[in-house]
């Protein structure tokens, strides 16, 4: 079965720290990767998207993930965290006829101040 | 431009009690339609999905269906809740097309059955 594993589950970093946070998938065909990111009170959101291309794909507010295919990974990026990042990222794949997406359980990152 | 509404936002519920969550997008025609639940370090999980009027199809057994009366409307019901169907219900729509798409999200429903 399908399935996305997002090995930490809480961070917690400092302002200007530098975030990397882990996605890995178990699919063998053609997937198309995301990351949303859900503020507290807020909607979940895309943060970015990969479909096909440049593996090293750019999305909102300074973030970027790389895609590796001979690692069935999609790690997200930031260089420098700030308080505003706060949030629970979520890690999605799409696949097969597109209709079906599956999460990551989720990675809660705290930036103090 | 296309958005995406759910209600209520809150639902508290008797255990044995009916459940009827709505979910409508306007500014698209005839996308594909989701219902999530998200529980806390579980992300979310797939419950329904709909590719069209009258077609359901169900990840999970359950104590919840789903229903798709309209183009843009799609229910999550159910007919007695049980305490472990509390959670956070979240309906998602993507493009009907066939070709790698972005699902957007509602605002959730939070749903607390005692």
């Known amino acids: 079965a399908q399935s996305v594993s997002q090995h930490n589950h809480h961070v917690i970093l400092s302002e200007a720290a530098s975030l990397e946070l882990g996605c890995n998938y178990s699919y063998g065909g053609t997937v198309n990767l995301f990351w949303y990111v859900q503020y507290p009170g807020q909607h979940l959101q895309l943060l970015l998207k990969?479909?096909?291309?440049?593996?090293l794909v750019k999305g909102i507010k300074g973030f970027e993930a790389e895609f590796i295919k001979s690692k069935f990974s999609f790690n997200l990026r930031k260089p420098s965290v700030q308080w505003s990042d706060t949030a629970e990222y979520f890690c999605a794949v799409n696949v097969g006829n597109f209709n079906k997406f599956y999460f990551g359980s989720g990675t809660k990152l705290n930036v103090k101040p | 431009s296309q958005t995406i509404h759910q209600w209520p936002a809150t639902l508290v519920q008797p255990v044995g009690s009916p459940l009827s969550l709505e979910c409508t997008v306007e500014?698209?025609?005839?996308?594909?339609l989701y219902w999530y639940r998200q529980a806390a370090g579980r992300g979310l999980q797939l419950l329904f999905y709909s590719v069209g009027i009258g077609q359901i199809s169900s990840e999970v057994p359950q104590n919840l269906s789903a229903s798709r009366p309209q183009d843009r409307q799609f229910i999550l019901s159910s007919k007695k809740l049980l305490l472990s169907d509390s959670g956070f219900y979240l309906c998602?729509?993507?493009?009907?097309?066939?070709?790698?798409?972005?699902?957007?999200f509602g605002p959730g429903t939070r749903l607390l059955v005692l």
């Open positions: 990969y479909f096909s291309g440049d593996p």
């Open positions: 500014g698209t025609s005839n996308p594909n």
């Open positions: 998602a729509w993507r493009a009907g097309l066939a070709s790698p798409q972005t699902q957007y």
